[in-house]
């Protein structure tokens, strides 16, 4: 494909009607939307409050809350495990505590549960991919904590609470904001580098919704840098970690506790059983479910497993009715589909534009109502459709150096200049396509604040729970999230484990779900948990032996 | 829902397919040697699914952090060898494509608590760093373009805190130690030197300190004690007539 500065042809002769009406554009600035209007485009193209995004769940303990399409369908799939497929009597891994992912919570569970005192060769960390991949290492920008002088935890829990609509479990925004400090103390010892003054002193930035500026960030790379740390002290005590396992269903005793899972090697097929004492569930979230066909910032192996692996054994689902899109999603070049723009583009003047190069909507509106309207524009035809069909609006970028001075996007938008420059694309010269992307499960299984589900003896922490951020998380918590909640699992499991006995290993839940599906007259099409997102064209599809 | 509407948004489906090969025409690849027809536009990633892969390895975040789907490729009938993310890279027409989803390199098993950061500490762990012969092959296979070479000598003359700099951006996918003619295992030594230097040389926060005490104390529990005890009518209003901090400049995160 040919292209001028790393756009084709089509998509150039947009931007030349951009720069034609640039300075129009500059000079009479679109005005903020009155609450009617807002709640009228949100009604009309925001997937939460959309009709047809969601639907009514009829089985299970949830039966009756509406939640999206994409899990629905998982909840009423058939469970992908065939009871008659694994032989109980034969235990492959006896151990005092199985963790399920690889991720954040899961490695921070670890390392909290040996120093809880459960010796490491008891520890089980099975992980559908490799030790690491999870949404954790994307992270970007940041970890709050309310550590400086002006600041307090009491402030950090209030924004907490009215960033989620007041919707989260109070005790659980408490453990947030009251760890926090803790939790950048750790790091501090594990030898995180994080941005600091030259006193030693954080530098430390606003993020949306926060009252304080309490970001603490490695440059543009903090999830990376803290995942890095956690998982090298991880390997140096040698937990046990089992890559391209992950878990199909999980196991109950006669008793009624959890007893540990069923994990399937990926490369093998083979079925491995794993006895427990107890069992945390940090599966990450589900972003490659593209729940209401969204594109997704999430790692490929963000399906949301826990979620259904849970509901199986009956434990209850929160806040699962709202999902986090982001407004600018980068929608060109196709390697960037779904990743994220920072919002301070849009800070900083740049203004979204349409393909005749016509200004539709106030640059700042909550993000949300913003990724509404960039929607609408797109849905009546006045966004850009690039080569392999994704729309778009215009982020007009070079909007920034002219307000605020050559260079100014250079040096503050370093990183962003970085990963469109690899492309191509200049973008303090032309400006950058953009798009909603799917960000966050906002919900998830419910815990308490020592992170324990209904069931005894199963845990959850990190993006699979659901609580903490009640119906909307703010930026900079979910890295907090997965330090606070994974170490509370470890120490909580760990002391758990010390009193638990398990009896006899069952898969019965499964067949009464099964029931339950029979019952509610389901006729499932598709078996869940779906472990890996599938995108192969259809036409390879169709000839494609279903080796699961 | 129906299945149509299942169909991802970044998955082609066969219209889509067919309207996406005629706009961008298609062009050939080589996976380990075997021939497919793509259309141009697309990842390697993306490129290899559509040709009717399914990763099980190889593929990670898919945007360029996780170091999962290292590839090297060579492009028919020249010389120079090309490293490079299948999730980054486009594909370009008879490409040869190989990916290296793993790399067998051992990582030193240490206690940071137990170390100091001395001048010879990371020679005493990765003594083989002092082989470095200079050939730069290292800088030259890296994805992310971190000079990899000089981080390496930065770390022979035990200069902590620079390697920890030069090497921040990496992702530890690993094709600098394969290519590497003295068996160093770069990736694992600078992980080493940024642990170093985050515990032992970065000037600590006293705020932290101090709020951590305060926390330990228990001096913020009545506070938020009363905030979750206030009905919602209350601590609305309070939320909304609480005061913002004015924003520092910089970069804010996402």
Partial sequence: MKTTDGYPDYMMKSIKLVEEKREKNMSKPVKPMSMKSREDVLSKYHPDYMKGTKRELKVGIDKGTNLYNGIVDLLEAKPVLDPKDVDLSKIDYDVDLLIIGGGGAGTVAALFAYESGVPKDKILIVTKLRHGDANSMMAQGGIQAADRPEDSPALHYLDIYGGGHFTNKPELARSLALDAPGIISWHEELGVMYDRHEDGEFQELSGGGTCRNRMHSCKDYS??????????????????????????????DDKGQLAGGVAFNLETFE?????????????????????????????????????????????????????????????????????????????????????????????????????????????????????????????DSPMIDIIHGEGTTETKLA??????KRFGIDMAKHPILVYPTLHYQNGGVEINEKTETKIPGLFAAGEVSGGVHGKNRLMGNSLLDFNVFGRRSGIYAAKYVKKAKIGKLTLNHLDKYNKMLEQAKIKPAKSAPIILPEYRGEMAISRALDIF | MTKKEQVLLEKPDVKKAEDVEKKAGTIEVFVMGKSYKVPAGLTIMKALEYAGYRYIRGCGCRAGFCGACSTIYRIEDEQKLGFDLACQKVVEDKMYLVQLPFVPATKVEYDIDKLEP???????????????????????????????????????????????????DCIQCGLCAMRCPADIKHYHVSQLARRLRGKYIDTKSKNLAKRLKEVESRKYDS???????????????????????????GPRGD
């Fill in chain 1, 223 to 252: 999830g990376m840098e803290l995942m890095r740390n956690i998982r090298d002290k991880a390997r140096n005590l040698e937990i046990p970690v089992l890559e391209f396992c992950p878990m199909a269903e999980l196991l109950m």
């Fill in chain 2, 223 to 249: 506070e938020i004690e009363k905030l979750m005890k206030m009905d919602k009518k209350e601590i609305m209003e309070l939320y909304k007539n609480r005061k913002i901090e004015v924003e520092e400049t």
């Fill in chain 1, 271 to 395: 079925y491995y059983v794993i006895r427990a004492k107890a069992t945390i569930l940090a599966t990450g979230g589900s972003g490659r479910l593209h729940l209401a066909n969204y594109p997704t910032t999430n790692h490929y192996g963000a399906t949301g497993d826990g979620l259904i692996m849970a509901y199986h054994i009956g434990a209850n689902l929160l806040d699962l009715d709202t999902i986090q899109i982001h407004p600018t999603g980068d929608a060109y070049p196709e390697p960037l589909v779904g990743i994220l723009s920072t919002e301070k583009i849009r800070g900083l003047g740049a203004i979204p534009l349409n393909k005749n190069g016509d200004p539709f909507v106030f640059p700042l509106e909550p993000r949300d109502v913003e990724s509404a309207m960039f929607i609408q524009e797109c849905k009546q035809g006045k966004g850009i459709v690039t080569p392999t069909g994704m729309p778009g609006v215009w982020l």
């Fill in chain 1, 415 to 420: 990183g962003e200049v970085r990963k469109f």
């Fill in chain 2, 118 to 168: 001395t001048e010879s500490t990371i020679l005493e762990i990765y003594p083989e760093i002092a082989r470095c012969v200079s050939c730069n092959t290292c800088t030259k296979s890296c994805p992310q373009d971190i000079e990899v070479m000089k981080y390496i000598q930065r770390a022979v003359r035990g200069e902590i805190a620079k390697c920890a700099e030069i090497s921040f």
